[in-house]
């Protein structure tokens, strides 16, 4: 590993613990996996007193009213994907293109440093560690939910399936936040744009009924499936391939979001006419 590179990493990493961001954000995604079957099972009881006094929520009550722990897991995974994805885009801001309207790498690239000890580290960082956060979130859940709830229907290599593909899903849209932000120095619309993509994509899908397997952009509603149908942790072979081939070609536009990434500060001309290095200085 090159000193660029090491140093770049060292950077990152001082960025997102040092300002405590990934704190923050660990914070939000453990807090909302705990509190998923939480309301679940409130709602649960809720209905249940409306149905005492005369109320018809019948329909409303088979939503709600699950005592099993794939139950609260698969909620989970929703809120853990979409809420937890929008804090953590909004909170690497200046990861993603955010440090380039204050100049910041104008002197170190006059200086000599190169576009991939700039990009980099910061794919080492981030997307790692949205898969990471995913990971503890969905476990999170699936303790509470054992608390909660009267049937543990899900083992832990099942689990363990749910938190991976989930944060899958997660590294996706900060790798593309990361390739739009660099790339076009504009964080703000490249957050807007992944959030935006990020939920209205997996609806689009929803809708159509179209098959999640095989569809990066749709990850999300197979971890949910997963879960919710608690599958044995042997599954068969052709599902297991299916679902090896989806993460497969989720990490293949994560590679490619970096190369365009690279490609693009490669492009890109420092012009130094107006004094920038002094002024910075």
Known sequence: MSIQIKAGLKKELMA???????????LVMIGLAALSPILITAMGSLMSSMGDIGVDVSEITDVFGGSATSVGVSASVSDVRDLGLIVFLLLIYRAAGGEQKKRAVIIPKSAGLRSLGYIFPKYIVYP?????????????????????????????????????????????YVSFHLALGTATGKAGLSAAVCIGASLILPNVFALSG???MLNPFAIEILAAQ??????????????????ALTVGFAVLLMVLSFLIALFAQNAKRIDNTDDEISKAL
């Not at 997102?16 to 660990?26: D, P």
């Open 210 to 212: 179209s098959d999640y």
């Open 128 to 172: 790692p560690a949205a898969l990471l956060l995913s990971i503890i979130a969905i476990f999170a859940s699936w303790g509470i939910s054992a608390m909660i709830f009267s049937v543990n229907d899900l083992t832990f290599d099942t689990v363990l399936l749910v938190g991976i593909l989930t944060g899958v899903s997660m590294m996706l």
């Open 226 to 243: 997963l879960a919710q149908l608690a599958v044995h942790p042997e599954l068969s072979a052709s599902a297991a391939r299916d679902i």
């Open 16 to 26: 997102f613990c040092r300002t405590r961001k990934f704190l923050v954000i660990a």
